[in-house]
């Protein structure tokens, strides 16, 4: 079987894959502070006051082992730079003081979605720490807390289930990964988000991006959680029949997950079919045969532009014979990817050789090195017909880590679908990230006592628990609010606001939902940015609607006024203009007009009617000054 193009596929297809996939999502909070200091939350600058150099060492585990992970993140030795900024930093991001107490806002908005999921909450609170080797959190672990588990959604006719929710700390932004240094910004680290994990019901890529679509929708429901980029990013589990749970890290944006697990289901299902051709030609992963040799003196002469810089930058070249792979490194596994990536990538991340290409092999010989020394390198390790070479140059270490990564990824093709983790390419393939790490990966964090989650808080949390948005979208819907604003103000942090506008200050529902999202939105593309609107404002622009002192025609202009500085000032706001009054301004305008020279005669109502516009903008709808003009008939006389 082959896998058909991503088009084509059926979930029939995907059944006979076996395709399978849960989601880990992270969503930051919107809290002020962060999670276990006092320091702001989501106060972002690429500014820094200093920065703080360390090296990652990993130590043993309490039953004397290393970390799968650990150990590859030491291979790497990497530098580690942190930027910081006094204003969004203290000593405990930066590991010098213990933790202050957990963010209770941040506990009080985790337990509030616990309950949307349907959670079975935690009657106590256990911080845990979560080891983080590749420097994005400078204490190298993340403490993470459970806060419910086994909930679940409905989505078509079945429930997809919550394995928990937990309430964890985010980590640093990375701002480059070149060579042995690795740079990282540290204003995002500490901030409060939820993790919510997925049992891996879904069957289909586009289950996936549904049900990742639904969770997203469904925290933001709250109001409580923050939006824009980053704000949300998508882990998704992959596995299909025979192959091993990998996880794709990152993922930026809901849409790009059916092409990404699509891909990554094809390259499981090609990595086992490789397996299985390894078998046919008798390679386990005893029998897997390999030689390393340096040959730098062999390339002298090349002419291949990389590996001649190299040699004359005083680098070296090892060639790794692989016995009995010839043609393989062109096994295609995710569209236009062959596995010689997999070499490759892992040589990037472990031996930090990132300017590409960082290998090349003889299976793909053209435009590499000449025949001849293909020839020269064969004969020199000793390689027959059915053999593969593959070479990597760096300085003597670089290239020697470099060289037995070639040679564990390739003997790891012997076995099946190697663990570990991946990163989200734009292009919808996926490239490798780090070695999964060990189950041991948790352990507890002693620096704070538990915490008791009592009654009266899930009681007085239960209360602010919204309803599930698309409850939401079939009331909205019964109340006459238009379609195109109905999935927005579902999912709005001025939901409640709009009940209350409805309810309270009798506002009509379709002028309500206008004002809450039609509007700011237009304001949004006007000014081109975002622009926040605090409800109190908007409870202001309602509450002027409901009293009369404020037409639906001067909302835009209120709004656009506030978007560019303005305070509203309630009682500065243009009284509506009434009927009485409208009709002394026309009488005025037409004495205006009277001593105005028209060139174009054509035109003389459109003019007219501007001028009057000039002076009732947002007090009076047009449709009224169209009428009482007799551009357009009157309703009344209809
Ligand atoms: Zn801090």
């Known amino acids: ?20 996939s849960g989601l880990e999502i992270h969503q930051q909070l919107l809290t002020e502070k962060k999670l276990f200091c006092r320091c702001p939350a989501a106060r972002y600058s690429d500014h820094f006051d200093a920065e703080i150099l360390r090296h990652m060492r990993p130590t043993l585990s309490e039953l004397g082992e290393y970390d799968g992970t650990a150990l590859m993140e030491f291979k790497t030795r990497k530098e580690i730079i942190y930027q910081i900024q006094r204003d969004t930093v203290c000593t405990y991001e930066m590991d010098d003081t213990p933790p202050f107490a957990l963010n209770s806002e941040a506990l009080d908005i985790a337990l509030e979605i616990g309950m949307m999921y349907g959670c079975s909450m935690v009657d106590e609170i256990h911080i845990a720490r979560k080891q983080y080797l590749d420097g994005s959190i400078p204490t190298g672990f993340q403490r993470t807390t459970i806060v419910g588990v086994s909930g679940s959604i409905p989505y078509k006719n079945r429930q997809i289930g919550i394995l928990q929710l937990g309430l964890e700390e985010d980590a640093c932004r990375e701002v480059s990964d070149a060579g042995h240094r690795r740079v990282y910004l540290t204003d995002r680290l500490g901030m409060p988000l939820v993790e919510t994990v997925t049992a891996p019901d879904m069957r289909t890529p586009q289950e996936v991006a549904e049900v990742g679509e639904i969770l997203r929708k469904l925290v933001r429901s709250t109001g409580k959680v923050r939006t824009g980029g980053g704000a949300a990013r ?32 094809m390259r499981q299902y090609n990595l086992l079919l490789l397996r299985d051709e390894l078998h046919q030609r008798g ?35 090892n060639c790794v014979l692989l016995r009995g792979f010839h043609g393989l490194l062109r096994w295609k596994t995710q569209t236009d990817t062959f596995f010689s990536r997999e070499i490759s990538d892992r040589v990037r991340v472990v031996a930090c050789l990132t300017t590409l290409p960082n290998i090349i092999h003889s299976d793909s010989p053209s435009e590499t090195l000449s025949s001849s020394e293909w020839q020269t390198l064969r004969k020199s390790l000793g390689a027959g017909d059915e053999d593969t070479l593959v070479a990597v140059w760096g300085s003597t270490q ?31 393939t996926n490239g490798f990230e780090r070695i999964l790490p060990g189950p041991d990966r948790m352990y507890p964090d002693t620096d704070l006592p538990p915490l008791r989650i009592t009654g009266e808080r899930l009681q007085r949390l239960r209360a602010s628990v919204p309803e599930p948005y698309w409850e939401r979208e079939r009331r909205y819907r019964e109340m006459g609010v238009p379609d195109d604003l109905v999935p927005s103000l579902s999912i709005s942090p001025y939901a409640a606001l709009f009940a209350r506008a409805v309810e309270t200050m009798h506002v009509p529902a379709v002028l309500a939902a206008e004002t809450l999202v039609h509007f700011p939105k237009r304001v949004r593309k006007r000014l081109r940015r975002h622009t926040a609107f605090a409800i109190e404002l908007l409870e202001e622009v309602l509450r002027a609607i409901s009293d009369g002192t404020l037409a639906r025609e001067g909302i835009p202009g209120v709004l656009m006024a506030v978007a560019e500085g303005t305070t509203l000032q309630r009682g500065e706001l243009p009284p509506p203009c009434q009927p009485g009054q409208l009709h002394a301004i026309i009488e005025e305008c037409r004495a205006e007009l009277a001593t105005t020279r028209m060139r174009c005669q054509g035109k003389a109502n459109e003019y007219f009617m501007g001028i009057i516009m000039r002076r009732v903008r947002g007090r009076i709808p047009g449709r009224i000054v169209a009428e009482q003009i007799g551009l357009i008939a009157s309703e009344a006389h209809q």
């Open 1 to 20: 079987m082959t896998i058909k193009p991503f088009a084509e596929m059926t979930e029939g297809d995907y059944a006979a894959l076996g395709f399978k």
């Open 234 to 265: 998508q882990d998704v589990n992959v596995s299909v029949a025979g192959g091993t749970r990998i996880e794709i890290k990152g993922v930026p944006r809901i849409p790009n997950i059916p092409l990404l697990t699509y891909n990554e289901a």
């Open 283 to 317: 390679i386990t992963a005893t029998t897997f045969a390999t030689k390393t040799e340096t040959v730098t003196k062999l390339l002298r002469k090349t002419r291949y532009q990389p590996i001649r810089n190299a040699i004359a930058d005083g680098l070296v070249v």
């Open 398 to 428: 670089d290239a020697a880590t470099g060289a037995s990564e070639i040679v564990i990824r390739a003997r790891e093709a012997s076995i099946g679908v190697p663990s570990e983790t991946r990163q989200a390419l734009l292009d919808g």
